[in-house]
């Protein structure tokens, strides 16, 4: 009973806590403003940091309690005084932090204050205060830079963010910082027509003044002022003089071979550099639409040569629509911003059914036998209906010397039936060394050895061709280091010329020349 009684006395009482609790004022509302001074190219854009502690504001409501007025003399101000505010716009640009545009441009040297009504009191005051002054011209680009600059170079152009002029003609000088007693000479200094910019023009005694494989600094004086008088302060900009760079020129043509659902560009520079390759489409669609450009791959020297005399380029683009017509457009540029580009065309080609299934690099042997006797490349149609062979050609080419080798196949009359295989061997090829089955087809190169080896320790591109730059198929060098009698077998023989769809042949069922391949390696 005396629980009861204690719990009635509670919720009688509870309606006067509340009561006093919601008597209770909110703190006032406290402001931290930065910075305390604008430049005068600044004053209709300006960025402070409000923080505030205490009521919360809203974006709404600061417009209508927040001024800014002209020589702030009183910490606190009457409603009368807002009459003297300048027109504003408030609009919050992250947590805490306000951008105040003025309509007008504020004026240099003055002072001005800001001024927020706090909701409760209602009382004006003034939160910060901030001098508009003038600002400084600063450097914002050099013509190149300047970190790398070649020898021949003798004019040099600096541009700045406002006009500027000189006060005498040594505002400017430069100085070897490797050999510093060393002079050179500045034969003019030009401000161009808008102010923005100075042109510094180096004088030419023969030859340049500036040295390969040397570091030197431009150096600024207080001479250089902006149109308020005010001195410009510019650190020293150095550079570090390299011998002149040989201009980017194609050194060997554009070259295209194009299959069924795939194309391969090859082409060399005279200077390093990325490539860039988009590819479209040219037939219409269903839609009537054509296909927009795709950027495929960007493509990077495929080998680096020890006289970088030139740069040569492959790029592989495979999973194609047969018998279309594409176009593309290859951009090449090298570390100096130099562009070389090339546009046209390519139709791929129809369907093609003969497919690269296996390759035997290493063949085992005995150490007075030829690698060539056991080397094979075995072919299959995975067609419905017979090939032909003739007219078929076999090119290896050296992933890292860039050698290429071109071999005819022996002409031949025959066809190869559908799900048939073949296999394309050199003249040196011994039938004895596998167990072949019987009417295996040899399509023999006039060569003693496969088109000058496959040789295990350098990786090859193997291709089969019908004539210069009609691809049949293709072998990228994936899976190149197999061990003696492994072969490297095609997964899927509909599949594309990419590094998923080979595997190494299991060693404990060996190669299958001639037949259907066997499981891979695990």
């Given at each position: 009973m005396r629980w009861l009684c204690f719990l009635l006395l509670i919720v009688s009482c509870m309606p006067e806590l509340a009561g006093d609790l919601s008597k209770q004022e909110t703190s006032p509302t406290i402001f931290s403003v930065e910075p305390n001074s604008f430049h005068v190219d600044a004053v209709k854009d300006l960025s402070f940091d409000?923080?505030?502690s205490g009521q919360k504001i809203s974006q709404k409501e600061l417009r209508r309690r927040i001024f800014l007025l002209k020589q702030p003399?009183?910490?606190?101000?009457?409603?009368?005084?807002?009459?003297?505010?300048?027109?504003?716009?408030?609009?919050?640009?992250?947590?805490?932090?306000?951008?105040?545009?003025?309509?007008?441009?504020l004026e240099s040297g003055m002072t001005y204050g800001l001024y927020f009504k706090d909701k409760n009191t209602e009382q004006i005051e003034l939160i910060h205060s901030f001098l508009v002054r003038d600002k400084p011209a600063e450097l914002i680009r050099e013509g190149a830079?300047?970190?790398?600059?070649?020898?021949?170079?003798?004019?040099?152009?600096?541009?700045?963010?406002?006009?500027?002029?000189?006060?005498?003609?040594?505002?400017?000088?430069?100085?070897?910082?490797?050999?510093?007693e060393s002079k050179i000479e500045i034969e003019s200094l030009t401000v161009a027509r808008d102010g923005h910019s100075l042109e510094v023009k180096l004088t030419r005694i023969r030859t340049s003044p500036l040295l390969p494989d040397k570091r030197f600094a431009f150096v600024f004086s207080d001479g250089l002022k902006n149109q308020s008088g005010l001195s410009t302060v510019i650190d020293p900009v150095e550079f570090l003089v390299i011998a002149p760079q040989k201009a980017m020129r194609e050194v060997e043509p554009l070259r295209l071979k194009t299959s069924h659902d795939a194309v391969e560009f090859n082409w060399a520079l005279s200077q390093p550099h990325v490539s860039y390759v988009l590819l479209r489409a040219e037939e219409a669609r269903p839609s009537g639409k054509s296909d927009t450009w795709s950027l495929k791959q960007v493509s990077f020297p495929v080998v680096g040569h020890d006289d970088m005399s030139f740069h040569h380029d492959r790029l592989f683009v495979a999973g194609l629509l047969s018998n279309r017509l594409y176009r593309f457009v290859l951009a090449n540029i090298d570390d100096k911003g130099r562009v070389i580009s090339a546009?046209?065309?390519?139709?791929?080609?129809?369907?093609?059914?003969?497919?690269?299934?296996?390759?035997?690099?290493?063949?085992?042997?005995?150490?007075?036998?030829?690698?060539?006797?056991?080397?094979y490349i075995e072919i299959v149609n995975v067609g419905n209906e017979a090939v032909e062979l003739d007219g078929l050609r076999l090119s290896v080419e050296d992933q890292e010397s860039l050698s290429l080798s071109v071999c005819k196949l022996v002409s031949s009359s025959a066809k190869l039936k559908r799900n048939?295989?073949?296999?394309?061997?050199?003249?040196?090829?011994?039938?004895?060394?596998?167990?072949?089955a019987r009417g295996t087809v040899l399509l023999r190169l006039p060569q003693k050895s496969l088109c000058g080896g496959l040789s295990n320790g350098k990786k090859k591109i193997i291709r089969l061709e019908r004539g210069e730059g009609h691809l049949v198929d293709r072998f990228g060098g994936y899976k190149w280091q197999t061990v003696a009698g492994q072969s490297v077998q095609r997964v899927d023989l509909?599949?594309?010329d990419e590094d998923y769809n080979y595997c190494y042949g299991a060693l404990d069922v060996g190669p299958t020349p001639g037949r259907v391949n066997g499981p891979c390696e695990s």
């Open positions: 409000l923080k505030f003399s009183q910490e606190k101000l009457d409603e009368s005084d807002l009459d003297q505010a300048l027109k504003i716009k408030i609009r919050k640009i992250a947590f805490g932090r306000w951008e105040i545009r003025t309509k007008r441009l830079h300047l970190d790398l600059v070649e020898s021949g170079r003798t004019a040099f152009t600096f541009n700045f963010d406002q006009p500027i002029y000189l006060r005498d003609d040594d505002v400017v000088k430069i100085v070897s910082l490797d050999e510093p546009t046209g065309s390519f139709k791929t080609r129809k369907h093609e059914t003969l497919r690269i299934s296996e390759v035997m690099i290493k063949p085992k042997k005995t150490r007075s036998a030829k690698e060539y006797g056991g080397e048939s295989h073949a296999l394309i061997v050199g003249q040196g090829f011994l039938e004895d060394h596998y167990e072949l509909l599949g594309l």
